[in-house]
Every structure is written in C-alpha cells, then in structure tokens.
C-alpha cells in the first residue's frame, strides 16, 4: 500500500488516526491517452485504463466546482511497470494545473493520497479538473480504480484490536489428491484483503447526520478506506462489505456503536 499526507494540513480535521472513507466520488467528463479512460470511473477491477505510450495522462472535468481531500487509485501495475505518477488540480476548466502529490509506488497495491489547502486550516481543495499523469518507459501502464472527493472523517479513532488490511489476507484454495492419495497441489480460487472496524462511542447526533449517509450505501457499491495514516502505513485498501450497518445503542450519554467487516481489493 501507498499513502501520502504529505500535502495534507489536519488543521481542523480529524486527526489522522481517525479513519477516512471515500465513498461519493466527484465525476465528470474524462479524456486520456490511450485506450477506454472511462474504465477507470466504473467499479469493475478488471476494466480498465490502458495508458500506452508513455507519457500519458487521465483528466476528470467536472460540470461544476467539486471538493476534493482525497485521491484513491486501485487495481494498477504501476509499481510493476516503474511508473512516476503526478497527481494534479486545476481550478478552472483549462486553467493551469498545480501539482499535489508525486507518487512512486513500489507495488501494485492500492494508493491513497490525501490533500488540502493548508493555508484555510485545511479545507479541501476546490476544482474544475483533476489529472493523473504517468510517466515512464513502459507502455504497459493500467488503472482500473481513480477516485477523488471529500472522505468521510470518523468522529473516533479504532481502538485496539484493530487487523491492518493490508497485512491480512484470505485466500479460499482446493487442493487435489489422486485415487491413490498423492498429493497433486493446491489451486487458489480467489483471494483478498479483510479487516473487521469497531467503532465505539459515537455520538447518536453524529451518526444520523454524517455515517447513515454513508450506511445508506452499503452493500451495494464500493469505496475506499484509510484505516490510520499516521500508524499504519499499510492500511489503505480499495474495498466493499456484504452487509448494511447495523449501529447499538451504548446506553450510555446517547453514544452508539457500529461495526463493519471489509474485504478489500487484493492486487
């Protein structure tokens, strides 16, 4: 996993052991070199985003100005294919792009990059256009998941206990024995990333205003999650759950739990 904060000012944030959850993405039109850039926007991790000859580049406009704190990029060979990646805003359609974050992965897992003004006590940036670009000597370079937006901030940090996705993987596997009892191995089925997030002492009024819409998402489409940027490195994972949130009441100054088991992308 890749995680950069460096052009991030918590300012009035969360800090950045809270977790952060993408999951209204900004859209728009997109143009990019290449083959199918519109594949990078759709949820399917198998289409995606051939870059070619590289350098290349991937521009999102959207139809009005848009917020953005947070960039996710999933299922990419970028880190196999030795790709720089230069993730800019500009504020104006045609206007003049600022560079936010340069990116060198060393692996194909997932990249989050988080961003904001840090001369407004760190708001999010307001834009027009985003532009990835790659650069290179391969022309192998593929996306299949570019997101930007606002995260979603939780009001409490995951207290101990916690399983790291990006350390954590199932693999469900069916192994293979002749007629005779010889062993003849072991073949994967499918594989991925999971963790379980507990969060305790959430304020009821924060929940119904700032989680339910997030909640109201669940199962049925994806989003992206930073476990804790200052502590766990290896904690960002383009992921989904199989359930709807189900929060409790704690009993206790109006305060209420809520769990979530995640399966993250598996690069």
């Known amino acids: ?16 052991t809270h977790a952060r959850i993408l999951y209204t993405p900004i859209t728009g039109t997109v143009t990019a070199g290449g083959t199918n850039g519109d594949y990078a926007t759709n949820d399917y991790t198998f289409q995606r985003w051939a870059a070619g000859a590289l350098p290349a580049t991937w521009v999102l406009v959207t139809a009005a100005d848009a917020s953005v704190d947070t960039v996710f990029i999933a299922a990419h060979n970028l880190g196999s294919t030795g790709c720089t990646v230069v993730i800019s805003t500009a504020a104006t359609v045609g206007g003049a792009h600022t560079t936010r974050a340069t990116i060198v992965p060393t692996d194909d897992s997932t990249i989050a990059v ?18 990835i ?16 937006g606002v995260a979603l901030q939780m009001e409490r940090p995951v207290f101990g206990g916690v399983t790291p996705i990006g350390l954590s993987r199932v693999i469900e596997t069916r192994h293979s024995i002749s007629e005779t009892g010889q062993w003849l191995g072991r073949t994967v089925q499918r594989q991925a990333r999971r963790t379980q997030m507990d969060w305790q002492n959430i304020s009821a009024a924060w929940y119904r205003s700032t989680f339910q819409p997030f909640a109201l998402t669940l199962p049925q489409y994806p989003f992206g999650l930073i476990q804790n940027a200052a502590r766990m490195p290896e904690s960002v994972a383009w992921c989904w759950t199989d359930e709807s949130p189900a929060p409790e009441n704690m009993g206790t100054r109006d305060l209420m739990s809520v769990s979530l088991s995640i399966t993250g992308f598996l690069e």
Do not use: Q
Not at 1 to 16: C, H, K, P, Q, R
């Open 114 to 131: 988080m961003i904001n003004a840090a001369a407004s006590a760190g708001i999010p940036y307001v834009i027009r256009e985003i532009k």
């Open 133 to 148: 670009a790659l650069s290179g000597a391969s022309a192998a370079a593929e996306i299949g998941i570019i997101r930007a």
């Open 1 to 16: 996993m890749t995680i950069s904060t460096a052009g991030y000012t918590v300012g009035d944030n969360e800090a950045l």
